[in-house]
């Protein structure tokens, strides 16, 4: 993820969802006079391929209904 000191790497939770806003703190702009550095914002965009081959496809189907059949359990 490029910031304005660099590139950062940075771990997206499993299940984030499109749009949510995942904060980096102390890598944003400096703040007045003081120069402290603020929090940098991230908004997540998650990209579908639009075009898949068969065995995508399958796998696709396969695992969506493994999610059905199988009762999620919640975490602790």
Do not use: C, H, W
């Not at 790497?9 to 499109?18: F, I, Q, S, Y």
């Not at 940098?40 to 796998?59: G, H, M, Q, W």
Request: cysteine-free; aromatic content about 4%.
């Amino acid at each position: 993820m490029p910031t304005l000191d660099g590139t950062i790497k940075l771990r997206v939770p499993a299940g984030t969802e499109n749009g949510k806003q995942l904060r980096v703190r102390g890598r944003g702009l400096p703040k007045g006079k003081t120069g402290e550095r603020g929090d940098f914002y991230v908004i997540v965009e998650v990209a579908l391929p639009t075009k898949l081959s068969d065995e995508e496809r399958a796998n696709g189907k396969s695992f969506a209904a493994s999610r059905i059949s199988t009762p999620s359990t919640p975490s602790p």
